[in-house]
């Protein structure tokens, strides 16, 4: 599609999947307490430039969007898309809830999505599922009882008039969980997935952003990464890095900046990835993965979120 000078124009389709290069977003001063407006605000401006995806977090009976990130959303000056991270419970069963334990909550969901937010949204259940699987049978929460939940929550939203959801089924990326003999049963079928998506963390074993997207271990010498295995399994879903950080490594300073100028150096080179959104957190369970806890890395990262990949598709106005 080209305007009227000609120019192509970047588009953006009914699943959220930009034309031209990717989105940026961030889950921004995770744990500083900030509300999620002072959160955002601050983090923008802290890199010095917009983001495109809001990724917040919603767990049991809670309603979603809230009333602030309505308005974040709906910023006329800066329109973004929301990730909705949902755990639909803490004390029920995966197996209970895809037999309706819980359909009273979804409806109530439902009814409030209708009522207040017919934009479309990126809707993820319970992410990170493979470290919660307990494989013994009956226990409610064996891998194929993640995919019955998954199924169930997606078709019970449909069915109550939820229409705007797009879907993403978000995986850990780690190859120790990719070598269990029931990875494969955690997918709930395309019907009800949209995107699929890995939350990968550059800890002391990653060294670029090749590395991040693609991690491999000696000991699971079968497994060739994760980004190659969803091209693979999904070729035609788009892939969201729907959460990553950059420790701080104490006795390398540097290293965040390296690691956020690869990115930029690599994105490129992997196509099927249209979203990469940022785990931006002082403190988060496993180190400090703010953007800007050094001068190089804070340049670095700015630089990156303001690349032309990033910026070639506008985010929808409502």
């Known amino acids: 599609m080209a305007n009227q000078a000609g120019t192509p124009t970047c588009t953006v389709t009914t699943r959220l999947i930009p034309s031209c290069g990717a989105w940026w977003g961030l889950a921004p001063e995770v744990f500083t307490g900030a509300s999620i407006e002072q959160a955002l605000h601050g983090a923008e401006q802290r890199m010095d430039a917009a983001a495109d995806v809001l990724h917040v977090y919603h767990r049991g009976s809670e309603l979603f969007p809230t009333e602030a990130e309505i308005r974040l959303a709906r910023d006329p000056s800066r329109p973004r898309v929301l990730m909705i991270n949902w755990k639909p419970s803490f004390d029920h069963t995966w197996a209970e809830i895809a037999r309706g334990g819980l359909d009273a909550r979804i409806d109530r969901l439902a009814g409030y999505l209708r009522r207040t ?146 990115v930029r150096r690599q994105i490129k080179q992997y196509p099927q990835i249209k979203a990469l959104i940022y785990f931006d957190s002082p403190q988060a369970p496993r180190g400090d993965t703010s953007f800007d806890s050094d001068p190089g890395a804070d340049r670095a990262f700015s630089e990156l979120a303001r690349d032309p990949y990033f910026r070639s598709t506008p985010v929808p106005r409502t």
């Open 117 to 262: 937010f017919p934009e479309r949204f990126f809707l993820t259940l319970h992410h990170e599922p493979e470290n919660d699987v307990d494989a013994s049978s009956g226990s409610g929460m064996e891998a194929a009882d993640y995919a019955a939940m998954f199924r169930h929550v997606v078709l019970r939203l449909r069915e109550k008039g939820v229409r705007n959801a797009v879907v993403v089924m978000t995986y850990m990326g780690a190859p120790n969980w990719a070598a269990k003999p029931w990875f494969e049963e955690l997918y709930p079928g395309d019907d009800v997935v949209d995107w699929v998506a890995m939350d990968p963390y550059a800890d002391d074993r990653v060294h670029d952003f090749d590395e991040l997207v693609n991690k491999m271990r000696r000991e699971y010498p079968d497994w060739q990464g994760f980004y190659r295995w969803m091209q693979a399994r999904f070729p035609g879903k788009p892939v969201m890095v729907a959460e990553w950080g950059v420790f701080e490594r104490a006795r390398d300073r540097s290293f965040k900046r390296r690691f956020f100028e690869s």
